[in-house]
């Protein structure tokens, strides 16, 4: 091949160079134009562009004016290519992470100082270049000290760049960024090499911009294939389905014409024609369900594995809308989407502790063995699997938080797919599409909880209540049969034989109609405390503080101690029955108990609000008790008082010191009152 021919060959290669990177660093801006990366690979693809296109046109010229003007046009695209490269690496390699922004802000600048002076001085002085013209040669050029001192700072800086992605091939866990470091070490590495020899005076040609087509061809795989700067597969679905109707479309109207020339003289004629609008009318019709049939087929032949994805998570979305505990609603979303996912795992995080920390969580995958709760960790985009033994292992995962009502309800770590590649568009479409409803369903799933715990409570308290109304029963049966009944039955037999001895002694009979009188009042006090117990009359009519009022007044008016109560209660001022009853019945034992046992001189009863809660406490200066059991114990008494409380949601605190006193509270929690 001459000398032309070459030059020829070289020229086309880099006009194909130019078109194709300026379509790459178009598209990849369109893509994401605020994202660093897309903005320095499109400069990046620009500058090789112009290099190109100059060079292109250097090998197309013969006058000495014209290749001048094409040295100086390529300039600055040869000038910037190698920093854009090198700065392009230190972003995609995250290689300066770990410095202080303006740190690596000024790093960055400092990269462009050279290339700023080089492309002044190119234009202003000849200290890169000395252009002088010899008889059949064009143009020459005498590279100066600046372009030698820029040409080795520019391998050098390529071969750094270059350097770190092959760290970040040997060091990264993922297969998709191991094939984007292969990307971009092999798409500098040959036009590199090919520039040095050029440099070294191998040979004469001017060749470098051409071998930018491997360069671009090996964006272009990276872009399309692994992702690189966008997500394309709505793109290239598009792509198939639209060239697939291209081809058909097109062979339809070939077979139009070639069937149509056997009865037609001519097709270019008027009956031509007809056939034409009749084929464009007939394609207009058949044109959107001819579509729907390709997209199909392109999505059995292309995407069905996505598919699969998409109608496993539907079914996994339904499913979340049962109602079901939180544990088998976590339980559900990992393992479904481990498996259909092909996930290396997948965990979730929920019940906020506060502070970004969770109470619970659920794994799937992650090396876990069945029934296995390891301890997690999250650093960074790290999840930290710690197992029985010590071991630990760390997996790179994407956090997707799952907010219901703008309050993040969980968070969900999805691990790398076990082909090693990242998820997909439409992946990460559905998990975005879900991600509402999980939280939705977690959410439901407390809600779940929290009303079978209340279930539970209520039963449990129904049951006990069923019990203390059957005690009660069997209480009154007992008092009525052994006080009552055994007053009146003595009333009965009193009467009976005064009866007898009314006419033998008049004066013995009044005697003992006096003790019937006295017997029968017995009887009828006995009978009006069974009914008080039934519904204190004092409560019912004064409500509790008077209630309460009227039971220390009597502990005083005993005069065996003093008693004081305190209250913010206001005089009339009614409760629920339940709260009421209760209160006052534990009032009733812990004033008895202070009364018989404590041998106190002084009690104090406190009934006060505290907030939604209803405070009441009795307090004595008497013996204490003796030991913690019997704070905890207390015999039936304090079982009493305890259930009580029970029954109105509250809590009973006993708190006592031998020869310090004794105080019984009870803290029930209501909706109305004081401060509420």
Not at 61 to 75: K, N, P
Not at 309 to 323: H, W
Not at 341 to 367: C, H, I, N, Q, R
Not at 447 to 455: I, S
């Amino acid at each position: 091949m001459g000398s032309l021919q070459a030059r020829n060959v070289i020229a086309f290669l880099s006009f194909a160079a130019t078109a194709l990177n300026i379509a790459l660093a178009a598209y990849v801006l369109y893509k994401n134009p605020r994202r660093a990366e897309n903005v320095l690979f499109a400069l990046m693809a620009l500058a090789l562009a112009v290099w190109a296109f100059g060079d292109a046109m250097y090998n197309v010229s013969d006058s000495f004016g014209a290749r001048a003007f094409w040295v100086r046009f390529q300039a600055p695209g040869e000038i910037l290519f190698p920093v854009l490269f090198g700065h392009l690496a230190l972003v995609f390699t995250r290689a300066l992470g770990g410095l202080r922004e303006w740190v690596r802000h000024l790093l960055e600048v400092s990269l462009y100082l050279p290339a700023l002076f080089a492309l002044v001085s190119f234009y202003s002085t000849e200290w890169v270049f000395h252009f002088r013209s010899a008889a059949g040669t064009g143009a020459l050029t005498t590279r100066g000290w600046l372009y030698w001192g820029y040409a080795f700072f520019s391998y050098a800086l390529l071969l750094g760049a270059l350097a770190l992605y092959i760290r970040d091939y040997y060091h990264s866990r993922r297969l998709r960024e191991k094939r984007i470091a292969q990307v971009m070490v092999l798409a500098v590495a040959v036009p590199l090499v090919v520039n040095v020899l050029e440099n070294a005076r191998l040979y004469r040609l001017s060749s470098t911009p051409c071998f930018f087509t491997l360069a671009a061809a090996a964006f272009a795989y990276g872009i399309l294939r692994l992702q690189m700067f966008s997500e394309v597969e709505q793109v290239l679905k598009r792509s198939i389905v639209y060239f697939v109707l291209a081809v058909l479309i097109s062979t339809a109207y070939v077979l139009t014409i070639v069937i149509a020339e056997r009865f037609i003289s001519s097709y270019f004629s008027a009956r031509g024609y007809m056939v034409t609008a009749l084929f464009i009318l007939l394609l207009v019709l058949v044109f959107e369900p001819l579509r729907g049939l390709v997209m199909k087929g392109v999505d059995r032949l292309f995407y069905r594995r996505d598919y699969e994805v998409g109608r496993v998570l539907s079914t996994l979305a339904r499913s979340l809308a049962e109602l079901s505990g939180l544990d088998q609603i976590t339980r559900r979303i990992t393992e479904t989407l481990t498996g259909t996912m092909g996930l290396t795992g997948a965990a979730l995080l929920y019940e906020p502790a506060g502070d970004g920390e969770w109470m619970k969580s659920t794994v799937s995958g992650f090396g876990a063995d069945a029934g296995e709760t390891p301890g997690l960790a999250l650093e960074g985009s790290d999840l930290t699997v710690e197992r029985t033994g010590g071991r630990r292992e760390s997996y790179p995962v994407l956090e997707i938080p799952l907010v219901f009502e703008r309050e993040r309800v969980g968070t969900l770590l999805l691990g790398d797919k076990l082909s090693g590649l990242d998820l997909s568009f439409n992946d990460r479409a559905l998990l975005s599409a879900m991600a509402p409803q999980m939280a939705v369903a977690l959410e439901n799933g407390a809600l779940f909880e929290e009303v079978l715990a209340r279930q539970e409570r209520v039963n449990e308290l129904m049951e006990r209540l069923a019990a203390a109304h059957e005690e009660e029963r069997r209480r009154i049966a007992r008092e009525l049969h052994d006080g009552v009944a055994q007053s009146f039955l003595g009333v009965v037999y009193l009467s009976e034989f005064t009866l007898d001895g009314l006419e033998r002694d008049l004066a013995a009979a009044k005697a003992d109609l006096q003790r019937l009188r006295d017997r029968a009042r017995a009887g009828l006090e006995e009978l009006r405390a069974v009914i008080d117990d039934l519904r204190p009359i004092p409560l019912e009519v004064l409500g509790l503080a008077g209630a309460a009022r009227k039971l220390v007044g009597e502990i005083a008016a005993e005069g065996r101690m003093g008693a004081t109560l305190q209250t913010d209660l206001d005089e009339g001022e009614r409760l629920p029955p339940l709260v009421e009853g209760n209160c006052y019945r534990i009032l009733q034992e812990a004033l008895n108990n202070a009364r018989k046992h404590s041998g106190a001189r002084n009690v104090t009863v406190r009934l006060l609000w505290d907030g939604p809660r209803l405070v009441m406490s009795v307090t004595d200066d008497g013996a204490g008790m003796p030991g913690p059991g019997s704070v905890e114990g207390g015999g039936l008494g304090m079982s009493s008082m305890r259930e009580r409380a029970g029954e109105m949601g509250g809590e009973l605190i006993v708190r006592s010191e031998v020869k310090g006193g004794t105080t019984v509270e009870v803290v029930v929690p209501l909706t109305g009152g004081g401060d509420a």
